[in-house]
């Protein structure tokens, strides 16, 4: 395979990428011997399998698999913060999550877009309906958390596959928002010396700095095959959204966790802790990076 | 300013692995989980009855609480006694199975649970184990138990252990005797043989049963309904 034939598709190219960044990585930590962070590397040698696998497969595995991630994820935040004790709200997130999936793979933006305001409608029905008060604004409040980052933002990861232009805008920004992810933490480790937010400690100016000069550097060298028709304000405009908008998912999230009192939204991800800390960055980056191209460069079904 | 503060309430079980999960009780409410168990005991309810011909004598008595205590002679006895019930008592039973035999791994204990509705004992801790039940049993005013007092396949006489910290706790306790699942799927076995006749004998609950007499109890009820096969020792745990 020639490098203009692999340019020219990015699931290939993004695959390529992949399985060389994660060869590099495992060669890097055999040479630096860095502890504990060989437990989240093999945690990434079975999440990212899983996601390309997704993608080679098509479209309607890639949102099947969206949309279980994002219900299971979902079912983290409920039991984090209680909410999983109301199982109706519960239920009417998990179908805004199962329907804005849906019309995400059908291509129906106006009902995508209409859903989380007829789910939040929904939701003010329950405590109608239950004839309580006791608790409800909390459970109300936290349903609708859950309609807007889990159903809503998440289901935006289904909606980039299907641009017009191709896998690079969902490719670009899953992978890069991970990698910013990773960077920070390796940066922070290393050079991290002044916390800039109470809310997460471990975040430290350097690594935040470091990891968005990275990610803008990288996001210019792989724009022509992820979006090569976006002039380079807009490349600039994209690494900025993944670099910045990844860490107000990452904080918003840490909040949760702050207020309710837990490390982890959950076990599942050795290494990481659970599918939410995982997917707290993609939870803003998605839908920021997704209508930032669609409302400038189009590529979307209206 | 007055008003409400918003008050978090974590599931406890949140740093838990999968297996250690399904093995907790209480369980927590998980929507999943119930509805998979919910499927699962009625699939290996109706598989059951398929592959064998089960016969059952006596009915378990329909009170809010009971602790079922069968004789223990094979992997099949708790699907032989979940089949013998109607799903309406079916769904309230709760089989407590040897931690260290289902629950160290999810797969097994992902069975264990969905099939057999069933949550960890812990025999490597009995004593403070059988502390933590003294204190739970007498909170709980709706359920089943299914136990099995002789705490192995391979032992037939019953010992006090949880049954009697049951029968202490004033939980009513019905003798069932099974017959014929020895035949059908013995120890050491890899598979189970189909088609094989199983009987499943409830008893009436036992009057006064307190821990010292409930042994003897429970033998005599086995011996007289139950056809016992003694297991070799030395055969597969």
């Known amino acids: 395979m020639g490098t203009e034939e692999l340019a020219s598709d990015p699931l290939r190219f993004y ?7 994660v060869v590099v990585a495992s060669g890097l930590l055999a040479l630096l011997k860095l502890p504990g962070a060989w437990i989240p590397l093999r945690t990434w040698f079975v999440i990212l399998p899983i996601a390309l696998g997704a993608m080679w497969l098509g479209q309607g595995a890639w949102t099947v698999l969206v949309a279980i991630v994002s219900i299971l994820a979902f079912k983290e935040f409920a039991r984090v913060t209680g909410l999983y004790r109301q199982p109706l709200f519960v239920f009417l997130v998990y179908g805004a999550v199962v329907a804005e999936n849906v019309f995400a793979f059908v291509g129906r933006y106006d009902v995508f877009m209409a859903i989380p305001t007829w789910a939040v409608l929904a939701l003010a029905l329950v405590p109608i309906v239950l004839r309580r008060t006791e608790g409800m604004l909390q459970w109300f409040a936290l349903s609708i958390v859950g309609v807007v980052f889990y159903a809503y933002f998440l289901a935006h990861l289904s909606y980039l596959y299907a641009s017009s232009l191709g896998l690079g805008y969902l490719l670009f920004v899953l992978l890069m928002t991970q990698l910013n992810d990773a960077l920070q933490f390796i940066y922070g480790k290393a050079f991290g010396r002044h916390r800039w937010t109470p809310i997460s400690p471990n975040k430290t100016i350097e690594g935040s700095l470091l990891a ?3 990610i803008i550097l990288l996001t210019f060298l792989q724009a022509p095959i992820a979006f090569p028709s976006v002039p380079p304000l807009g490349v ?67 | 300013m007055s008003g409400t503060r918003f008050e978090y309430e974590p599931f406890p079980d949140l740093d838990l692995p999968l297996a250690a999960r399904l093995g907790q009780f209480p369980r927590q409410p998980d929507l999943f989980l119930d509805t998979a168990r919910a499927l699962g005991r009625r699939a290996a309810a109706g598989f059951f009855r398929l592959q064998f011909r089960i016969e059952v004598v006596g009915a378990a008595p329909d009170l809010p609480r009971l602790a079922l205590m069968p004789n223990h002679q094979s992997h099949l006895d708790t699907m032989a006694i979940l089949a013998a019930l109607p799903e309406r008592y079916r769904r309230r039973i709760t089989v407590l199975a040897a931690r260290d035999y289902f ?24 004593l403070a184990e059988l502390r933590r039940w003294a204190r739970l049993l007498p909170e709980i005013r709706e359920g089943w138990f299914l136990l099995y007092p002789s705490g192995s396949r391979k032992r037939l006489e019953p010992h006090a252990g949880l049954a009697g910290v049951l029968a202490r706790s004033g939980w009513p306790v019905v003798p069932v005797a099974l017959a014929g699942t020895a035949d059908a799927w013995p120890v050491g076995h890899a598979l189970w043989r189909p088609f094989r006749r199983i009987r499943v004998t409830f008893g009436e609950p036992l009057a006064d049963a307190t821990a010292r007499r409930l042994p003897a109890e429970l033998l005599a009820f086995w011996e007289a309904h139950g056809r016992l096969d003694r297991i070799a020792e030395g055969d597969a745990p």
């Open chain 1, 15 to 21: 695959t390529v990428a992949t399985v060389v960044t």
């Open chain 1, 212 to 214: 968005g000069a990275t």
């Open chain 1, 236 to 302: 600039l405009a994209a690494g900025l959204i993944v670099t910045i908008g990844g860490q107000v998912g990452d904080l918003t999230m840490a909040n949760v966790k702050r207020n309710a009192g837990v490390k982890d939204f959950g076990t599942i991800l050795p290494g990481h802790g659970g599918l939410t800390d995982r997917l707290n960055s993609l939870m803003v980056t998605a839908p920021a990076f997704a209508h930032f191209m669609g409302y400038l460069f189009g590529g979307f079904p209206t």
């Open chain 2, 103 to 126: 629950f160290e791994r999810a797969p097994g204990a992902l069975a264990a649970n969905l099939f057999g509705q069933a949550v960890a004992f812990d025999r490597g801790a009995e």
